[in-house]
């Protein structure tokens, strides 16, 4: 069996530039389609370079906005530095401290160009 580009990246894609701040909105659902209750969940949003899944180059917090939703907020210094293709995958713990990965993307950060 072949698990297509979409099926590993369920989560799309997501382009910017460096060094400003990204709001990034999630929406997560169970398998029969429904919004899951994260209000007792953390949740911790990873991104490591593409294609190499051990090395974790960006961690951060995401606070829960509503049923299902979540939100990431991207400071300016968390990618000014960065740029190129990377992974990203949300990791959900829920109360009982189970892990759930609701999917993976694909982010490419693009360097500002610096003023002479």
């Not at 917090?61 to 210094?77: A, K, M, R, S, W």
Request: charged content about 15%; cysteine-free.
């Amino acid at each position: 069996m072949v698990t297509s580009y979409a099926e590993i990246n369920s989560l799309g894609e997501i382009s910017f530039i460096g060094g400003h701040e990204q709001i990034l909105d999630f929406t997560v659902y169970d398998v029969a389609g429904s919004l899951i209750d994260l209000n007792a969940a953390t949740i911790i949003w990873r991104v490591g370079y593409y294609g190499q899944p051990n090395t974790i180059i960006l961690q951060k917090t995401g606070v829960v906005t509503g049923l299902g939703t979540f939100t990431i907020t991207l400071d300016e210094v968390d990618t000014l530095s960065l740029s190129g293709k990377f992974s990203f995958q949300p990791v959900i713990i829920d109360f009982n401290g189970d892990t759930f990965r609701p999917g993976q993307g694909v982010m490419t950060i693009i360097p500002a160009i610096q003023t002479a």
